[in-house]
C-alpha cells in the first residue's frame, strides 16, 4: 500500500483566512481525493484530483472554496478558502489502490479548526 | 446509487467478548465492500475488503466479515476483543465503473472496558 504524508497535520486558522493542504505519495497514482469529516461525522468526498485535468467535484463543493491543485502524479493540494467556523473538520487526502476494486488508503489527516 | 447503514453509532464491549459491528448496504449491481478503522487521530486503515469469490473475508488483527447478498449486510466480528481495538469503525461501499468512488456509512465507535 501507499505511504501518504500530509501536511499541515493540524491548524488553528482566522475567519476569512485561507489555508492549503499538501498531500504527498511515495508512488505515482492516477487518482487522487480529497475528503472532508466533520466531528462526529463520516467522511464526505469533496473533489476527485486526476494528473493532467481539473479536478471532479461532488455536489455542494465548488472551486472558488477548494481549489484543488494535482501538479504530477504523487502530489496534491488543497485550498480551503475564505474559511468559516463551519470549515472546521478534519481534510483527509487517499489515493487509489491500484486495483480494480475502489480500495484506497488514506493519509493521516489535517486537523483544521477556523476561529 | 449507493448507501452504506451502520446500526449502532457506539458499540461497547468487554475485553475478550466477542465485537459484532453491524452494516448493511444498498447496491443496483454487485458491490465492492470495506471496512476501515480510525484511531484517535489517525487517518482511515483499511481493515478488509470483500471484492468476488469466497464471502468470509479476514482482514488484519483477527477481523472478519461476512458478503450475505439475501441480507445485503457486511457484518464485522472479531471473537474476542482487545484494549488496542478501541477505535472508529467505517463500512463503505464501491462499485465497478464507478471511478473508485466509495460511499462511507457515518461509522461506529467502539469501545472496550477492561
Known amino acids: 500500500s501507499a505511504v501518504i504524508s500530509q501536511k499541515p497535520s493540524r491548524d488553528i486558522c482566522q475567519r476569512g483566512t485561507s489555508l492549503t493542504i499538501q498531500c504527498q505519495v511515495d508512488?505515482?497514482?492516477?487518482?487522487m481525493f480529497w475528503y472532508r469529516q466533520q466531528p462526529g461525522q463520516s467522511l464526505t468526498l469533496i473533489a476527485t484530483a486526476n494528473q493532467g485535468s481539473e479536478a471532479t467535484y461532488e455536489s455542494g463543493f465548488v472551486i472558488d472554496k477548494f481549489p484543488i491543485s494535482r501538479p504530477n502524479l504523487t502530489f496534491s493540494t488543497l485550498t480551503v478558502s475564505n474559511m468559516s467556523p463551519e470549515d472546521s473538520s478534519i481534510y483527509l487526502c487517499s489515493v487509489e489502490g491500484g486495483s480494480s476494486y475502489n480500495e484506497q488508503f488514506f493519509g493521516p489527516g489535517t486537523r483544521l479548526t477556523v476561529l | 446509487a449507493q448507501s452504506v447503514t451502520q446500526l449502532g453509532s457506539h458499540v461497547s464491549v468487554s475485553e475478550g467478548a466477542l465485537v459484532l459491528l453491524r452494516c448493511n448496504y444498498s447496491?443496483?449491481?454487485?458491490?465492492?465492500l470495506f471496512w476501515y478503522v480510525q484511531y484517535p487521530n489517525q487517518g482511515l486503515q483499511l481493515l478488509l475488503k470483500?471484492?468476488?469469490?469466497?464471502?468470509l473475508v479476514k482482514g488484519i488483527n483477527g477481523f472478519e466479515a461476512e458478503f450475505k447478498k439475501s441480507e445485503t449486510s457486511f457484518h464485522l466480528t472479531k471473537p474476542s476483543a482487545h484494549m488496542s481495538d478501541a477505535a472508529e469503525y467505517f463500512c463503505?461501499?464501491?462499485?465497478?465503473?464507478?471511478?473508485?468512488?466509495?460511499?462511507f456509512g457515518k461509522g461506529t465507535l467502539l469501545t472496550v472496558n477492561p
Open positions: 463503505a461501499v464501491g462499485r465497478r465503473g464507478s471511478n473508485y468512488k466509495l460511499t
Open positions: 447496491s443496483s449491481v454487485p458491490p465492492y
Open positions: 470483500y471484492t468476488t469469490g469466497a464471502t
Open positions: 508512488s505515482q497514482v492516477t487518482m
